[in-house]
C-alpha cells in the first residue's frame, strides 16, 4: 500500500497568515495526489485535484504543488473560514490511501 | 444538485451485522464507481472499498475484506454496503462518495453527509 504522511499534524496561524502544508507518499504516485478541507462535522470537500488544478468553486488562495513524493497544498492569506482539517489522498493505486490529516486552527 | 443520502447506520453488538444504504440523486449514478470512506471518532479518514458503475468490479480493505460486501441497485440509484462479522473497530462515520475523473485521475467528490455506525456490547 502507498503510505502518505502529512506535515503538521497540527498548525496554529492567524487570519491573514499564509500557511503550508506539507504531504509525502511513500512510493512515488506521480501527481496522482487530492487535496480535501473537512469541517467539524462536515464531510470532507474536494479542493485540489492532479496535485495541482484547483477545483471548481474554490478560492484562488488555496494552491497546491508537487510530484513524485513531495507535495504541497499553500493558503495565501488565511481566512475564518479556512480554519478546518486538511487531507491528502493518493489516487495512484488501489487501496486508496490518506495522510493522517493536518488541523489547522486559530493562533 | 449533485446529492448522496447514507441512511442505515446504528448501534450493534460486536459480532452483528448492518446494511448502509445510499440514494444518489442530480447525476448519472450508473455512470460512475462508488466509494465507501470512514472516519473513526476523532480519526482521520480510511478507505473501504469501491465498486465498479456496473457493479462487476469490487475492492476491499484489508480491515474489511471478508465481513464487508459492496453493492449497487442503478435501476434505484443506490449504493450499499453490508456489514457482517462487525468490531468495535468498525466504530466509525460512513461516507459514500462517488469517484469522479477530472484531467487523468479519480477523486472523491461529492460525499454525503455520513452515517454513524456504533459496535459496542
Given at each position: 500500500d502507498i503510505q502518505m504522511t502529512q506535515s503538521p499534524s497540527s498548525l496554529s496561524a492567524s487570519v491573514g497568515d499564509r500557511v503550508t502544508i506539507t504531504c509525502r507518499a511513500s512510493?512515488?504516485?506521480?501527481?496522482?495526489?487530492?487535496?480535501?478541507?473537512?469541517?467539524?462535522?462536515?464531510?470532507p470537500k474536494l479542493l485540489i485535484y492532479a496535485a495541482s488544478s484547483l477545483q471548481s468553486g474554490v478560492p484562488s488562495r488555496f494552491s497546491g504543488s508537487?510530484?513524485?513524493?513531495?507535495?504541497?497544498?499553500?493558503?495565501?492569506?488565511?481566512?475564518?473560514?479556512?480554519?478546518?482539517?486538511?487531507?491528502?489522498?493518493?489516487?495512484?493505486?488501489?487501496?486508496?490511501?490518506f495522510g493522517q490529516g493536518t488541523n489547522l486552527d486559530i493562533k | 444538485q449533485v446529492q448522496l443520502v447514507e441512511s442505515g447506520g446504528g448501534l450493534v453488538k460486536p459480532g452483528g451485522?448492518?446494511?448502509?444504504?445510499?440514494?444518489?440523486?442530480?447525476?448519472?449514478?450508473?455512470?460512475y464507481y462508488m466509494s465507501w470512506i470512514r472516519q473513526a471518532p476523532g480519526k482521520g479518514l480510511e478507505w473501504v472499498s469501491y465498486i465498479s458503475s456496473r457493479g462487476e468490479i469490487t475492492y476491499y480493505a484489508d480491515s474489511v475484506k471478508g465481513r464487508f460486501t459492496i453493492s449497487r441497485d442503478n435501476t434505484k440509484n443506490s449504493l450499499y454496503l453490508q456489514m457482517n462479522s462487525l468490531r468495535a473497530e468498525d466504530t466509525a462515520l460512513y461516507y459514500c462518495a462517488r469517484e469522479t475523473v477530472l484531467s487523468f485521475l479519480?477523486?472523491?467528490?461529492?460525499?454525503?453527509?455520513?452515517?454513524?455506525?456504533?459496535?459496542?456490547?
Open positions: 512510493p512515488s504516485i506521480g501527481s496522482y495526489l487530492n487535496w480535501y478541507q473537512q469541517k467539524p462535522g462536515k464531510a508537487g510530484s513524485g513524493t513531495d507535495f504541497t497544498l499553500t493558503i495565501s492569506s488565511l481566512q475564518p473560514e479556512d480554519f478546518a482539517t486538511y487531507y491528502c489522498q493518493q489516487s495512484y493505486s488501489t487501496p486508496r490511501t | 451485522s448492518l446494511r448502509l444504504s445510499c440514494t444518489a440523486s442530480g447525476f448519472n449514478f450508473s455512470d479519480e477523486c472523491f467528490d461529492p460525499w454525503g453527509q455520513g452515517i454513524l455506525v456504533t459496535v459496542s456490547a
